[in-house]
């Protein structure tokens, strides 16, 4: 029987709900831990999950018989009910509606890779408003500021 063979490299990037800093550097670990086990459970392979107090970004192998937005939408959910059963933050935690994804080839994974895991230092220079419109328009997406993330100022 002949297989199904894919190399489908995507970014996604998604924030937290009402323009708060709200994931706090003494739990982000076990959130981003979290959310890479989601993605193996899912059968897809989870390349690096990090980010800021913010946001997140996601690097992941997509196996293609499941779509995009069905996996975020479960790592958002799953993700969510985490934080929120841990008691991690006051109130109750929540992601903004909405992500970006963004593909990319086999010779960009260490690069992607590299700037996933320096979201930190990459924060000290520049906004995630300014990172998220870089993406945007590096990827040549049309989009409409009206439907964007409500962003920390």
Same mark, same amino acid.
Not at 145 to 151: I, K, V
């Given at each position: 029987m002949a297989g199904t063979y894919s190399q489908i490299y995507i970014q996604v990037v998604f924030s937290v709900k009402g323009k708060q800093n709200l994931i706090n550097k003494t739990w982000k670990k076990d959130l981003c831990s979290y959310i890479s *086990?989601?993605? %193996?459970?899912?059968?897809h392979k989870s390349i690096i999950v990090n980010g800021v107090s913010d946001h997140i970004h996601v690097f992941l192998g997509l196996r293609p018989s499941e779509?995009? @937005?069905d996996l975020v939408r479960d790592i958002k959910n799953n993700s969510t009910n985490f934080v929120n059963k841990n008691g991690w933050t006051p109130g109750k935690f929540s992601w903004q509606e909405g992500y970006g994804a963004f593909s990319y @080839?086999? @010779?960009q994974l260490a690069t992607v890779y590299k700037y996933i895991l320096n979201q930190e230092e990459h924060h000290r220079?520049? %906004?995630?408003?300014?990172? $998220? +419109? *870089?993406f945007l328009r590096e990827f040549d997406i049309d989009f409409d500021?009206? $439907? +964007?993330?409500?962003?920390i100022e």
């Open positions: *086990g989601i993605i %193996t459970v899912k059968n779509a995009i @937005s @080839s086999w @010779s220079k520049k %906004t995630f408003r300014e990172e $998220y +419109l *870089g500021d009206r $439907y +964007l993330f409500e962003w």
